[in-house]
């Protein structure tokens, strides 16, 4: 789960982690109001939606020359930028062509800035740890940064055991050219960092840029952060955080009914219980020269409405024009899925080829099911039979 900037930082102030001052608006009349309370002579003015590159971003048929963050140097200035950030789309790199429309806006204190760093926290797969990602290279796109000038980032694992301690933010610090009060501002910023990240069951928590002002202190100067989904029933406060405009709608309606559904680019709707079988089911229509359109994983103890509302999501993509269920039924049993892909599929209108392969529990049952359900539905004896089929299919009708 993703949350907005000023959100981050919220959570990261109550751990002591330094963040400018500033508030959310909704409206250019609120805007003004979080201006003059913070008081001047500058405010910083940015959008608010789940992604980077705000700064260098454009609204659709906007003034070229202004993107998602902004400055104000007068309350009229604040207003002015609220008014031309709300209900517009914001086109990033990490938006792709469509946007996203700004429904809130972050009115933030001016910052002195000296310098400009980069510092994130990530779970790094490769050694199970917590690792800590820093570079001199502040308000770039860190990719840029690593294909570039790959020796300018510092990649340090945290020993669980040990959690961070003062040698390491000391020496991430020594890293990034810090010296004197400056040193031990990063400490004391790092093991906070650190301290939210672990105590919130974060996955990533990106500071970019980490800004040393003209006086020596250290200050997140913007703030994202994703969370462990599976963690975060031990987070009611943070859960609340989560803004639904902002995601997928097919991925949030997945979602309500506990269904790992991830949308892709592809032509063929892909239904399948398991993780691993999910991905293999994905690699091997990709092997026979198909696509997949979405890694849907409708889990082992799925109901027959569970399996219903699956189906009609991988449907609700336009994208989609094909279909292959690929069940192996152990907990999950294959007659529960052939009553849910009937029952979805007599309710959708069923308009594209529906490849199905039952294996397991009940299969027989499962068959019976789909072979009596008058619709046209191609059976398949195993998963390469399954996606020759499919992959075939879709091309003849297209």
Not at 96 to 107: L, M
Not at 129 to 142: F, K, L, N, P, Q
Not at 171 to 197: D, N, P, T, W
Not at 231 to 258: F, M
Request: proline share 3%; with cysteine.
């Amino acid at each position: 789960m993703n949350i907005h900037e000023y959100q981050a930082k919220a959570l990261l102030a109550k751990f002591g982690v330094k963040v400018p001052q500033g508030d959310v608006a909704y409206t250019a009349d609120e805007a003004r109001q979080v201006a003059e309370k913070l008081g001047g002579p500058i405010w910083v003015v940015k959008s608010q939606i789940h992604a980077g590159g705000r700064g260098a971003g454009r609204f659709k048929g906007g003034d070229p020359d202004s993107g998602g963050v902004r400055l104000a140097k007068s309350l009229e200035q604040v207003a002015d930028a609220a008014t031309a950030m709300l209900g517009q789309t914001l086109v990033t790199k990490q938006t792709g062509p469509d946007g996203k429309e700004v429904g809130r806006i972050y009115v933030e204190e001016g910052c002195d800035i000296a310098r400009e760093l980069y510092l994130s926290l990530l779970i790094d797969r490769a050694t199970s740890r917590v690792t800590v990602m820093a570079s001199t290279e502040g308000g770039m796109d860190i990719e840029d940064v690593a294909e570039a000038t790959p020796e300018k980032i510092l990649s340090l694992a945290i020993d669980p055991a040990t959690g961070m301690q003062g040698h390491h933010a000391r020496r991430i610090a020594f890293s990034l050219g810090l010296e004197g009060k400056q040193v031990s501002a990063a400490v004391k910023f790092l093991l906070a960092m650190y301290e939210a990240f672990i105590q919130l069951d974060s996955s990533m928590l990106e500071v970019n840029p980490l800004v040393v002002t003209g006086d020596g202190d250290v200050i997140a100067l913007d703030a994202k952060m994703d969370f462990d989904d599976n963690a975060l029933y031990r987070h009611p406060d943070i859960e609340a955080l989560r803004d639904e405009t902002e995601e997928d709608p097919a991925e949030l309606e997945a979602s309500k009914y506990e269904l790992n559904y991830v949308k892709l680019d592809g032509a063929i709707g892909c239904m399948v219980n398991g993780a691993g079988l999910a991905m293999a089911t994905m690699d091997i229509i990709k092997l026979h020269g198909g696509s997949p359109a979405n890694f849907l994983d409708v889990g082992g103890g799925a109901t027959k409405e569970r399996v219903t509302a699956a189906f009609k999501i991988i449907l609700s993509d336009p994208n989609v024009e094909g279909i292959l269920v690929n069940i192996f039924g152990g907990i999950m049993r294959c007659d529960i899925i052939a009553e849910g892909v009937v029952e979805a599929a007599k309710e959708v209108s069923l308009h594209v080829p529906l490849v199905v392969r039952l294996e397991g529990t009940n299969v027989e049952l499962g068959k019976t099911i789909l072979a009596e359900s008058g619709l046209p539905i191609t059976s398949a004896d195993n998963l390469r039979d399954a996606a020759e089929k499919i992959v075939t299919a879709v091309k003849e009708a297209a």
